[in-house]
């Protein structure tokens, strides 16, 4: 019953490292997303997976990189980190891709990530 | 593109009464719209949506309104109660995106 799951919950990163968040549903979805959400913006889309084996940029993909490994897992990657991705990343799964249907998205619990 | 408003940020509330939050959207495509529920830690939960078909969906003590002419939704909660105390984001889906608004954090004082 876990749902989408991502690791790790918390991380501290020292400007210009790099590392790489994990994300993983069994659910059997299709399709996976990373959001960012920082204070008084909302959730933002970084990257989006709409089946195995695509991937597609968000609004605000820029600094981040991402890895559809299989159809369970979908990783983001910071290769050079920078204080302005201080945030809080979600992922999140759906069973197919947005198609004006309305499927439903379900969010992972969170990554809290610092950048000093 | 398109852009979600909500209003208000932050809205405070006794136990019972009713709440509501309102949000706007710029794009007259936009055709489906959920909200999700965020508690203190956790990822956002979908609580209910409406379709632009519809003018009106309930469940339970929550309920959607959508107004296409006016480009706005509202989720209304009736008898609030403590645990309805969370984040609660607005979302519009426009094209292959689902765009959501600021959040609104609800409190529910006993």
């Known amino acids: 019953n876990a749902g989408v799951t991502q690791t790790p919950k918390f991380q501290v990163l020292k400007t210009g490292q790099s590392m790489t968040l994990q994300c993983a549903q069994d659910?059997?979805?299709?399709?996976m997303y990373w959001y960012r959400q920082d204070p008084g913006m909302g959730l933002r889309l970084i990257y989006y997976s709409a089946s195995e084996g695509t991937t597609d940029k968000g609004e605000v993909p820029n600094g981040y990189n991402v890895s559809r490994l299989n159809k369970r897992e979908f990783s983001l990657r910071l290769e050079s980190a920078a204080p302005s991705q201080t945030s809080v990343y979600f992922c999140?799964?759906?069973?197919?891709?947005?198609?004006?249907?309305?499927?439903?998205?379900?969010f992972g619990e969170g990554s809290w990530l610092t950048v000093v | 593109g398109e852009n979600v408003e909500q209003h208000p940020s932050t809205l405070s509330v006794q136990e019972g009464d009713s709440a509501v939050i309102k949000c706007t959207y710029s794009d007259s495509a936009s055709n489906y719209f959920p909200w999700y529920k965020q508690e203190l830690g956790k990822g956002p939960q979908l609580i209910i949506d409406i379709r632009s078909n519809v003018g009106e969906k309930k469940d339970q003590r929550i309920a959607v309104t959508l107004n296409k002419t006016a480009k706005h939704f509202s989720l209304h909660i009736t008898e609030t109660q403590p645990e309805d105390s969370a984040v609660y984001f607005c979302a519009a889906y426009n094209t292959d995106k689902l765009i959501f608004g600021t959040g609104t954090r609800l409190q529910v004082f006993p």
């Open positions: 659910m059997n979805h299709n399709s």
């Open positions: 999140a799964s759906s069973e197919q891709p947005w198609t004006g249907s309305g499927n439903t998205i379900y």
